[in-house]
């Protein structure tokens, strides 16, 4: 039997209007209007016609659309050029193509990940210590 959960990829389309909580496991690209929380370790893409309202939480985002909201991403942020973003954005890593528009603050740390690192470290120097 084949897996069929690894590559799934869901669409809400541009005449799909939702007012509550998404989550969803891999991938989800959403042309239509959400007022609600978005929230997945998966990724997201906000289509060109797509207006959110509300807080979106996942691993990477690409937007094109419209979001009026905060966003927190484990990994990339990337907001294309038509994109426009109302909102407070926490990600790893940011790409703001040129015609964006960005309001609100950003807080980008790219050494989140390897801040694990010494854990490790720690750990494999206290066994050969031993």
């Known amino acids: 039997m084949a897996d069929i959960t690894t590559n799934q990829k869901n669409l809400l389309s541009s ?3 939702i007012k509550g909580s998404i989550k969803f496991l891999n991938e ?7 007022e609600g929380e978005i929230n997945s370790a998966g990724i997201l893409t906000v289509g060109e016609n797509s207006e959110i ?3 979106i939480k996942t691993k990477s985002v690409t937007v094109y659309g419209k979001v009026h909201g905060n966003i927190t991403v484990e990994d990339r942020c990337e907001l294309k050029g038509r994109a426009s973003l109302y909102g407070d954005l926490k990600a790893t890593r940011l790409v703001i193509e ?9 807080e980008v740390t790219p050494n989140k990940v390897a801040m694990k690192q010494p854990e490790i470290v720690r750990g494999g120097a206290a066994r050969s210590g031993s």
Request: glycine fraction near 18%.
């Open 15 to 17: 005449d799909v209007e």
């Open 28 to 34: 989800l690209t959403v042309d239509g209007k959400i």
């Open 53 to 55: 309202k509300g807080e």
């Open 98 to 106: 040129d015609g964006a528009t960005f309001v609100g603050k950003s």
